[in-house]
């Protein structure tokens, strides 16, 4: 079970511009991987990638061995709502339902909306926002929404996790709170994580660091210190 990207390569508009250049990773299952690197290197590209949510345009992605170009859309939709977990640069609540149902949401998805109540509250006592259960998305501050967004990524304990600036919003306490908890759900429940972050304390706290520059892999953490 991994997630591995072969030859990756992304280009946009008419030029065109290439943001990544002949990308290839391995992700194990299990793994808790950062990519960091400074803004504009392709680390958001590269995880939309990795988790299906956009296409390169040469290149192949397999997750648990299967080559996702050859799945059907039906296929590719079934294991982004089972199996994955997202958590975006800029979150996407939605604004006519209560930070509660925000988290419920994948748990409706299925049907299992009762089951998973009970640990939605927890998750959200857990962020420190047990109060604002059943206040709307425009009620809460950003750091707040953020941490909504964040619960209902984990509701249903996904096998994956792609985190994009999870921690950006966040005041230092609740960024570390954040970390904390996606390094015990990659622990307790074998969860691989793949986390976008230009935070290098955060970025060690993952096992292993892609570092991008320029949309290329540069290996070595001696070389991020340069930028
Ligand atoms: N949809 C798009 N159309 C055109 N160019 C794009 C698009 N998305 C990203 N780019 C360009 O690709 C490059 C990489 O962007 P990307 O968002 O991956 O960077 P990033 O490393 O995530 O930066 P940041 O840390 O600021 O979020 C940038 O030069 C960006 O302008
Ligand atoms: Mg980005």
């Given at each position: 079970?991994?997630i591995?990207g072969?030859?990756i390569?992304k280009?946009f508009?008419?030029?065109?511009?290439?943001v990544l250049?002949?990308i290839?990773?391995?992700?194990?299952?299990?793994?808790?991987?950062?990519i960091?690197?400074?803004?504009?290197?392709g680390k958001s590209t590269l995880l939309y990638i990795a988790s299906t949510l956009d296409n390169p345009t040469?290149?192949?992605l397999?997750?648990?061995?299967?080559?996702i170009?050859?799945?059907?859309?039906?296929?590719?939709?079934?294991?982004r709502?089972?199996?994955v977990?997202f958590i975006f640069q800029f979150?996407?609540?939605?604004?006519?339902?209560?930070?509660?149902?925000?988290?419920?949401?994948?748990?409706?998805?299925?049907?299992?909306?009762?089951?998973?109540?009970?640990?939605?509250?927890?998750?959200?006592?857990?962020?420190?926002?047990?109060?604002?259960?059943?206040?709307?998305?425009?009620?809460?501050?950003?750091?707040?929404?953020?941490?909504?967004?964040?619960?209902?990524?984990?509701?249903?304990?996904?096998?994956?996790?792609f985190a994009d600036e999870?921690?950006?919003?966040?005041?230092?306490?609740?960024?570390?709170?954040?970390?904390?908890?996606?390094?015990?759900?990659?622990?307790?429940?074998?969860?691989?994580?793949l986390?976008v972050?230009?935070?290098?304390?955060?970025?060690?706290?993952?096992?292993?660091?892609?570092?991008l520059?320029?949309?290329?892999?540069?290996?070595?953490?001696?070389?991020?210190?340069?930028?």
């Amino acid at each position: 079970m991994s997630i591995v990207g072969k030859n990756i390569v992304k280009e946009f508009g008419d030029g065109p511009t290439r943001v990544l250049h002949d990308i290839n990773f391995h992700i194990e299952t299990g793994e808790f991987v950062s990519i960091s690197g400074r803004s504009g290197s392709g680390k958001s590209t590269l995880l939309y990638i990795a988790s299906t949510l956009d296409n390169p345009t040469s290149g192949e992605l397999f997750i648990d061995d299967r080559n996702i170009s050859l799945l059907s859309a039906k296929e590719i939709h079934a294991f982004r709502n089972k199996e994955v977990g997202f958590i975006f640069q800029f979150h996407y609540l939605l604004e006519e339902l209560s930070s509660l149902e925000n988290v419920l949401l994948p748990a409706r998805n299925l049907g299992h909306e009762k089951e998973e109540t009970r640990r939605a509250h927890e998750l959200l006592e857990k962020f420190g926002i047990g109060n604002k259960a059943n206040s709307l998305p425009k009620e809460m501050s950003g750091g707040e929404q953020q941490r909504v967004a964040i619960a209902r990524a984990l509701l249903l304990k996904p096998r994956y996790i792609f985190a994009d600036e999870p921690t950006g919003n966040l005041d230092s306490h609740n960024a570390l709170n954040i970390m904390e908890t996606l390094k015990e759900v990659n622990r307790d429940l074998e969860t691989t994580i793949l986390l976008v972050t230009h935070e290098r304390d955060f970025s060690k706290m993952a096992s292993r660091e892609i570092i991008l520059r320029d949309g290329r892999v540069v290996s070595s953490r001696e070389e991020f210190s340069l930028n």
